[in-house]
């Protein structure tokens, strides 16, 4: 079997397919050009790009997640889709979220490709020992709120005595931040939408509860502005959309945040994230769920 990604991706989506094509014994490709010869793919992966399927009639086809940040009902992909495409292509939207945004632009339950919540895998990340000694109480992490949000719960930490450490989106290294988490005894997350949210689920695969912060929508987004604040539409959202009461507790107001906190850190013992990704976010189990999507037996 051959898959053949067209273009480029997120690099954790990217990586994720590689993997998987290793643990599944299939053969990856990649090209960058959207005309390429038939060379009898199996799968053909375009995250970003319209490719007219029927200029690969052998093939199936996995579209997206990168097409669009809000989809256009004008876009190749509605107007050339037809409705014998929907047999051997899927349009991947990564969480049940993303689904409901875009049913507010286009009318996805009627198009000629189906739409699927699916996630990329998760890169396998050993959780910490029962043993650990911790270095901090906690890691916040932030990302795309208001700036008062985070002054609130520094607040709150250092009322407590709790030692922290603050971690910015795209301010840090990556394998430093997983190490911190895994000399944490829980994590506090205030980001913004995420549509998997990759870094929020390598906390949880270290087995690190966390107390989110959650979004009700995309106008909670702030960066310097609310970019979203003139959509007329609900724009509906969340910060974790892979969850369990498992992994944590979410709150969404600084009053919920102060009352709840002592619940959180009480119930923390009884909680089991690592769980959780090992049963939903593993390589094997998120790329099973793109073949069965496909109706491809293996």
């Known amino acids: 079997m051959k898959l053949l990604q067209v273009g480029d991706s997120h690099n954790r989506n990217s990586e994720f397919i590689i993997r998987a094509c290793k643990l599944f014994n ?8 959207i005309q390429f010869p038939d060379n009898g793919y199996d799968i ?12 690969y009639p052998s093939s199936k086809f996995i579209f997206g997640p990168q097409f669009w940040v809000l989809p256009d009902p004008n876009h190749a ?22 689904v409901t945004l875009y049913q507010e632009f286009a009318d996805i339950a009627h198009s000629n490709i189906l739409f699927h919540p699916l996630a990329f895998g998760l890169e ?45 989106y795209g301010s840090y ?9 895994k000399k944490s005894r829980f994590a506090i997350w205030i980001g913004s939408h995420e549509s998997q949210g990759f870094g929020f689920q390598e906390c949880l ?12 929508t995309m106008k909670d987004e702030f960066t310097g502005r609310y970019g ?35 619940e959180f850190l009480a119930a923390i013992p009884t909680y089991d994230p690592a769980a ?22 293996l």
């Open 44 to 55: 053909i992966w375009c995250p970003g790009n319209w490719i007219n399927p029927d200029h």
């Open 77 to 98: 992909f509605f107007t050339q889709s037809k409705p014998e495409h929907r047999d051997r292509c899927i349009f991947v939207c990564l969480s049940d979220w993303i």
């Open 124 to 168: 396998d990340i050993q959780p910490k020992a029962a043993d650990t000694e911790y270095q901090y109480d906690c890691i916040v992490y932030f990302k795309a709120r208001h700036p008062s949000l985070l002054n609130h719960c520094e607040s709150v930490l250092r009322g407590r005595d709790l030692r922290y450490k603050v971690y910015r």
């Open 276 to 297: 959780f990704v090992k049963a939903q976010l593993t390589d094997r189990v998120c790329f099973q769920r793109f073949l069965d999507a496909l109706r491809i037996e």
């Open 228 to 262: 979203y604040a003139h959509h007329k539409e609900a724009l509906l959202a969340t910060t974790a959309p892979y969850w369990s009461d498992t992994c944590g507790l979410k709150v969404y107001s600084n009053e919920e945040f102060t009352s709840r906190l002592d």
């Open 205 to 216: 695969a270290t087995g690190t509860p966390i107390y989110v912060y959650d979004v009700k």
């Open 26 to 33: 299939i053969e990856y490709h990649h090209t960058n050009s």
């Open 173 to 181: 290294q990556r394998q430093e931040y997983i190490e911190s988490v």
